[in-house]
């Protein structure tokens, strides 16, 4: 059974940070390029940032570029996301997503595999 689990949404002053972990089973997870998405009330899903199967590079959303970090751990098979610098525009249901496929791609309708979702909450 394939499955994706985040964790560590939470509440967080403005400024402050988070750490996004995914925990990914039932797939053969060094042959998927991973990302993250996100989700605010009214709006479509939104990329925020992916990274390759194979060399693990990163790419980034123009919003979040120089905030946010990706990772992705081969051995643990789980992908996290460093939040740092957070406004109240980050507010949304971040989820992550797995796509058969080398590189991230910005199209969500690539992914295959998804998480439920985790909120963040940028708020004083």
């Known amino acids: 059974e394939v499955q994706m689990v985040e964790s560590g949404g939470g509440l967080v002053l403005p400024g402050g940070s988070l750490r996004l972990s995914c925990a990914a089973s039932?797939?053969?997870?060094?042959?998927?390029?991973l990302s993250w998405v996100r989700q605010t009330p009214g709006k479509g899903l939104e990329w925020v940032s992916g990274?390759?199967?194979?060399?693990?590079?990163?790419t980034y959303a123009d919003s979040v570029k120089g905030r946010f970090t990706i990772s992705r751990d081969y051995a643990n098979k789980m992908v996290y996301l460093q939040m740092d610098s957070l406004k109240p525009e980050d507010t949304a249901v971040y989820y992550c997503?797995?796509?058969?496929?080398?590189?991230?791609?910005?199209?969500?309708?690539?992914?295959?595999?998804w998480g439920q979702g985790t909120q963040v909450t940028v708020s004083s």
């Open positions: 990274i390759t199967s194979g060399t693990g590079t990163a």
């Open positions: 997503a797995a796509a058969r496929r080398y590189s991230a791609t910005l199209v969500v309708q690539e992914y295959v595999h």
């Open positions: 039932g797939f053969t997870f060094s042959n998927y390029a």
